[in-house]
């Protein structure tokens, strides 16, 4: 009797809110790529056509590259919705976007969104790598706000979940979403991302991955209609103004039943038990993504994070000292002199703050996002921004010195001085020398592909000897003649991806692999090859972080949140210590035994080798 009972029960808890309703599925429209306007105006008014549509979601990659034409044309087009619409952007919303994502919330209004319906629960989050590669991510200040969501979601609620990714280790915190939605009574998640229907299941939840909008090879795109009943949701494909088909999906609407008995994969920890001897001094979590290097002045650190906050630690413990609010995410990592701390936002500023307190000293108010990182040399610093600009400003006050306009693409990643001449990328395509004292072109290089995929922007270059040495997306080791930007050599033996370093001597570059090695390239005018090769063991790998020597040792961050140190003579690894799950920055190393480490997750941490 107490078996039926308890079946009685839970029938009626789901029948309770069981409502029938229809409302547009639709995901990776890609405005900025061939004919996704045009798919998507007959998508809009395909849904137009279809009063029984009570809203629409759309699951993220709205645009092709995140620029702001591309922003203002989708948001023209879906704008002539009759019926609400909610939004997120994906990947390539906020992986390559010349505002670090501040642009597609300042036309939309918002990343993420909750909304309830008919008895049921919508909750949609942000995702997407942050404007470099990485693993797709679920930010920080998403988790955090969906925790608050959640808390205050009535236990039977059923929700329903959207996100671009699917939920699973496509995502470096996956189960921080599916822990969280498995306490409740979630009844499916939709997604996008791999522009095919397709039907998964993520650790006992129900999960539909909707096509893109885009035509591709046919004459025409699609997207899915969503039909709600009492005790079941079915999922449909529908080309504009052509007949629904019978659905391809369904999943049954029911009180969901946490599976606890199953263990499901998650991160590893047992590196940390290996090297026992390395010790977190102190952890401090900020509540938004950190996608940049820390700075250090004497006993202060400082950081920005992907809500504009500028945070200031006591280097000692890990308590915060202040902090400064922007108006824009940043992605700029700060630099710092005992006076002051400067760095750029998304809100289109460079700051500089006294390092000891957080006041502003000045601002320089720029055309668009200032998503690069700055480097001093005497008494100015140099700086590039997404307006096209990349600027020399007097550190005491902030005047501008010199400006270099006409840069093809947005400054992102950190600048070289050398030899006169300050070197950078772009997302346009080429790597910059400008001469340091009139901002005037000495030389710009680029690789010769077209697309932009594959620009310098991340590359941090390194030189000694009159040589220039980067590795861009193209997987080539190439070396430039400081002089006039000529190349000397290429060599795409060991796929090097961004990540490189020189060594103390300037008698090596470091290059990190995609797939377990770090290799060492003796410098030269000619092509030396590969000089070794070295197993670290971090498996597969794509994170833009520079290889940093110090008192005889190599550190260096992974994708999973792994920091690595060996020694570049005896080709050993000295210690690992894994953080947490996603990316970790380029890391600050103090001296041979002490490390100032950020992850994207948000996570700004002291590392101490009591051994080594």
């Known amino acids: 009797m107490k078996k039926i009972i308890v079946i009685a029960f839970l029938f009626f808890s789901t029948a309770a809110f069981a409502q029938s309703f229809k409302y547009a599925f639709v995901s990776d429209t890609h405005i900025g790529s061939a004919n996704a306007d045009e798919d998507l105006r007959r998508t809009v008014a395909d849904i137009n056509s279809q009063p029984e549509l009570e809203f629409t979601i759309i699951t993220g ?24 619409y909610y939004i997120m952007p994906g990947n390539h919303d906020t992986g390559w976007s010349e505002s670090g994502g501040v642009s597609f919330i300042k036309e939309f ?23 470099r590669m990485s693993d797709g991510h679920i930010p920080r200040d998403a988790t955090v706000w969906l925790t608050d969501v959640l808390k205050k979601t009535p236990k039977e609620m059923p929700v329903i979940f959207a996100n671009h990714y699917p939920i699973d280790n496509s995502l470096d915190n996956w189960y921080e979403v599916t822990d969280r939605l498995k306490a409740k009574n979630i009844q499916y998640i939709i997604c996008g991302h791999g522009h095919n229907n397709h039907q998964y299941n993520f650790e006992g939840i129900p999960a539909t991955m909707g096509r893109s909008n885009l035509r591709a090879k046919d004459s025409i795109g699609g997207y899915n209609v969503v039909n709600m009943t009492k005790d079941t949701v079915y999922f449909s494909l529908k080309k504009p103004m052509q007949t629904l088909l019978p659905s391809w999906r369904k999943i049954p609407l029911k009180t969901f039943v946490h599976q606890s008995l199953k263990a499901y ?83 289109g500023n460079i700051y500089a703050l006294n390092i000891a307190n957080g006041k502003l000293v000045w601002k320089v108010t720029t055309e668009h996002s ?108 190439t070396a430039i003649d400081v002089n006039n930007g000529q190349t000397l050599w290429r060599n795409k033996a060991a796929g090097v991806r961004e990540s490189i370093g020189l060594s103390a001597d300037s008698t090596t570059v470091y290059g990190k692999t995609m797939q377990d090695e770090i290799v060492g390239y003796t410098t030269q005018n000619a092509d030396p090859g590969v000089a070794w090769k070295f197993n670290v063991g971090f498996g597969y790998e794509h994170a833009p972080s520079q290889l940093i020597e110090m008192d005889g040792k190599v550190f260096f961050g992974t994708r999973n949140g792994v920091v690595y140190v060996f020694d570049p003579k005896t080709k050993q690894n000295l210690w690992a210590h894994k953080i947490d799950n996603s990316m970790v920055n380029t890391v600050n190393v103090i001296d041979g035994k002490t490390v100032l480490v950020s992850t994207m997750d948000g996570k700004v941490t002291l590392l101490k080798s009591i051994n080594n």
């Open 265 to 347: 994969d998650r991160p590893n920890y047992d590196v940390n038990k290996k090297y026992a001897a390395v010790k977190e001094l102190w952890t401090y979590h900020s509540n938004a993504n950190v996608v940049n290097t820390p700075a250090y002045s004497d006993n202060v650190v400082v950081f920005g994070n992907s809500l504009g906050l500028i945070e200031a630690l006591n280097k000692s413990t890990g308590k915060r000292l202040w902090s400064y609010q922007t108006k824009g995410a940043i992605y700029s990592s700060p630099v710092a002199t005992k006076q002051v701390v400067i760095l750029g936002s998304g809100d």
């Open 109 to 131: 209004g918002y990343d993420k969104f909750t909304f309830d319906y008919k008895g049921y629960r919508f909750i949609g989050c942000a995702s997407g790598p942050y404007v």
């Open 370 to 477: 200032v998503l690069g990182s700055p480097v001093i040399d005497g008494k100015t610093v140099f700086i590039g921004g997404s307006d096209h600009n990349f600027r020399a400003l007097d550190i005491k006050t902030g005047k501008v010195i010199w400006k270099h306009e006409g840069i093809e693409g947005a400054v992102v990643g950190k600048p070289l001085i050398y030899r006169g001449k300050v070197i950078f990328g772009s997302w346009g395509r080429h790597l910059y020398a400008l001469d340091l004292k009139t901002g005037s072109l000495a030389w710009k290089w680029n690789n010769g592909n077209m697309n932009r995929m594959f620009s310098p922007a991340m590359v941090t270059p390194v030189a000694t000897n009159g040589v220039v040495y980067i590795a861009a997306p193209d997987r080539f080791l």
């Open 61 to 84: 990659d709205i645009t092709e590259m995140g620029t702001n034409e591309e922003l203002k044309l989708a948001r023209e087009i879906l704008s002539g919705l009759k019926k609400p």
